[in-house]
C-alpha cells in the first residue's frame, strides 16, 4: 500500500513568488525508508509541511494511507504523519523530558495510564528511558533530537518525516539519530529522511533527489551515487571518499558502496591481503 | 551574567517540597508573603525566615543555590535599602549631613525591608525550583478555573506561561551568543556611559527579538504537527493529588499567618 503519495502537486508561498513545488510527483510505500536529497530551497522542507497539512497545496492531491488531505481530517493525518523538525531548541514544549513526550499523546485525548505507557514505549524505542524525569535544557543535542522523535512517536504515528532533523547536530548525535530512524524502520515506521547528508541517504532503500520543486532523480542510493557528474548540476556533491570508492571499483578493486572510512579501509586491507 | 539566570529553573531532586500539590505552593507562597508584610517585629521576622530555612532543608536544594537566587536582587535591595537608611525620619539621630539624615529607626526600617525583600526572594525560587513548569502552570491552571465561567481562556494562559518558562534558557543562551557576536565585531557593551551602554543594547535586541519570534514560528509549527489544537480535547497525564504531606504544611503555613498576626496586634518586643 501506499503510505504517501503526490500526486501533480503545485505550491507556492506567495502569488508572485516563484513556486516552491511545481507539478510533484512522489510516492512512499508502505513500510519503505525514502532519503530525500536536494539543495537549499529545492523544495524539499515545503514537501514535508505539505505531507501533514500545516501547509496545503494549491492545486494536486497528496495522500496518506489512500485518504486524500483536505481541511477536515488533519487531525487524523497528523497522528499518521509525525514530523521531526531542524532545531532541537524549538521543538520542546515542556522543560521537563516526560512531560513534553506527553504533549502529542495529550493533545489526542488519551487517556492518563495510556499516556503513562507511550511515554515508556517512546522513551525505550529511543534509548532515552533513564532520561525521563530531565531538564531537555540540560540534554545534548542528539538527546534533545530523540526526544522530539519520542515525542512523535507517542502518538505512534504510521509515517515519520525527519526534516533536516540531524543538520545542526554533532557527528555524534547524527550518528545517535540516524540510528534510531533506522531502528524504527525495521519495527515498521515509513521513514521519509530529508537530509543534505549523503551518508545518511547510503542507509536508504530509495533516495530521492529534488531540484526546483520537482523530482530530478530517482533510485537506490547506490544508482544515484553511480551518476555523480549529474548531482554536480543539482549542487550536491558526494563526499571524497565516495569518489575513492568508484575509481577504486574502476581500477578493478572490488569495494562496496560505503562512505564509512573504517569500512572502506577494512575492504581494501582484506582486498590486498 | 547570563549563566546565572535562575528563576523560573526547576532543581530535579525528589523531595518532600517537591511533591506537595503545585497549588498548595502557590497558595503559601502568596501566603508566607502576606505574612511577611504583616510581620513588624523581628521575632515575627525570624519566625518567618526559620521555617523558609526549614523549607529549603526539607527541600534538599544547596545552599548556593539558594543564595545565587538573591544576588540577582542583590543590587536592588541594597540601593533601596541606602535610600531608607539616608532618608527616614527617625527621632534617634546619628549623623545628618544636608538633606541625609541617619537615624536608628531608618536604620531599623530598611533592615526589615532588606531581610523582608529576601525572603521574598527565596521563598519564591523555592517554588520554582520545587515546581515543574508543567506543574506549576498545571496549579495556576486548576487555581484559575473559576475564571472559565467569565470565558477567560485559562489553559492557553497556562500554555503560554509553561512555553515562556521554558525559553528563558534558550534566550540566555542566544543572548550571550549574540553579545558575543556584537562584540568581535567591535561592539563596546561593557563600557562608556550610560547613554552609550543603552545605546549599544539595541544591536542585541534586536536580533533576539528576531530570533525569538523564528523560535515561536517553528514552535508553532512542531506543536501543530503534534495534533495541538485547543485545551478542550485534551486530557492530563499528571494528575495533581493533596496529600497528607499538603495537610501538614497547610496547618503550619496557617499558624504561621494567624502567629503573625496576632503578634501585630500584641507586640512581643515594641519596637
Redesign the interface.
Known sequence: MKALEFSGVCFSYGESERPAIEKLDLSVEEGEFVALLGHNGSGKSTLA?LA?G?LTADSGQISVFGRPIDGKNL?GI??DV??V???P????????V??DV???????????EE??DR?GFALRAVGMEEFR?????RLSGGQKQRI?IA??LA?RPRIMILDEATAMLDPRGRREIVEVVKKLNEEGITVLMITHFMEEALLASRAVVMNCGTVAMEGTPSEIFERHEELLKYNLVLPRIGYLCRRLREGGIRVSDTLDIGTLAKEIASCVS | MLKDVSFGQYYPVRSFVHNLDPRLKILFLIAYIVAIFLAKEFLALGICAALLVFGVAFAHIPAGKVLRSVKGVLFLVLFTAAINVLFYRGKTVYWEWGIFTVTFEGIMTSAFLVVRLFLLVICSSLLTYTTTPVALTDGLESLLTPLKWIRFPVHELALIMSIALRFIPILADETDRIMNAQKARGAELDSGGLAKRIRAVVPVLIPLLLSAFRRADELGDAMDARCYTDGKHRTKYKKLRFSWRDLIVFVLIAALVAGVSVMRVYPVFAL
Open positions: 509541511r501533514n500545516l487531525f497528523r497522528r509525525g514530523v523538525f531542524q532545531n531548541d524549538s521543538q520542546a514544549v515542556a522543560s521537563i516526560e512531560d506527553a504533549f502529542g499523546a495529550e493533545n489526542v485525548g488519551l487517556p492518563r499516556i503513562g511515554i524525569t530531565a531538564t531537555i535544557a522530539a515525542g512523535v502518538l
